[in-house]
T-cell receptor
Framework: EAGVAQSPRYKIIEKRQSVAFWCNPI?????LYWYQQILGQGPKLLIQ????????DSQLPKDRFSAERLKGVDSTLKIQPAKLEDSAVYLC??????????????FGPGTRLLVL | SQQGEEDPQALSIQEGENATMNCSYK?????LQWYRQNSGRGLVHLIL?????REKHSGRLRVTLDTSKKSSSLLITASRAADTASYFC??????????FGQGTRLTINP
């Protein structure tokens, strides 16, 4: 079974530029998550999709971050414009997600973003 | 907001010794999960313990859960160099949402 795929793996941009990350979840997984992990901290949930609907985006900085999940499969996360504090690893995860209680989440390798 | 608080933040032991990490949380949970993260990689699920369970084993891993104290511990027995990683507890608060702690950085010295 193929795992969660993410691209790019690394990205360096200057502040005020825009950047986009792509995620392809495990086939058949209904729920997709984007996390932000700042160095030395645990992952923080940015947005959660169930199929192509948003379940939770309470911690997404909506003035600069946006995300979509087309057709309930792939997802993109965009930052525009980027700030220095956006430097972090962006992790995508998926889960079968058919129940009401969260079970195991499967993580991709992450995209490491450096904003200069 | 962070839910789990891991203790210690960093742990360094000799290969072959046991490693114990603790996690405390604040609100009621459906289950608690432990994940491992090797440097520069994504997180890997280790074990899930439900709120009505007290102890669970998986290979060299042993997890306990005390819901009255809102705490959990992860024990890794007979540690190996390959166990060097960061370990995170995550609490499930329903609606498919996991909240992660800050993690424990474990170093196994040969």
């Amino acid at each position: 079974e193929a795992g969660v795929a993410q691209s790019p793996r690394y990205k360096i941009i200057e502040k005020r530029q825009s950047v986009a990350f792509w995620c392809n979840p495990i086939s058949g997984h209904a729920t997709l998550y984007w996390y932000q992990q700042i160095l030395g901290q645990g992952p923080k949930l940015l947005i959660q999709f169930q199929n192509n609907g948003v379940v939770d985006d309470s911690q997404l900085p909506k003035d600069r971050f946006s995300a979509e999940r087309l057709k309930g499969v792939d997802s993109t996360l965009k930052i525009q414009p980027a700030k220095l504090e956006d430097s972090a690893v962006y992790l995508c995860a998926s889960s079968p997600g058919q129940g009401i209680v969260v079970e195991t989440q499967y993580f991709g390798p992450g995209t490491r973003l450096l904003v200069l | 907001s962070q839910q789990g608080e891991e203790d210690p933040q960093a742990l360094s032991i000799q290969e072959g010794e046991n490693a114990t990490m603790n996690c405390s949380y604040k609100t009621s949970i459906n289950n608690l999960q432990w994940y491992r993260q090797n440097s520069g990689r994504g997180l890997v699920h280790l074990i899930l313990i439900r709120s009505n369970e007290r102890e669970k084993h998986s290979g060299r891993l042993r997890v306990t859960l005390d819901t009255s104290k809102k705490s959990s511990s992860l024990l890794i027995t007979a540690s190996r160099a390959a166990d060097t990683a960061s370990y995170f507890c995550a609490t499930a608060q329903g609606a498919q949402k996991l909240v992660f702690g800050q993690g424990t950085r474990l170093t196994i010295n040969p």
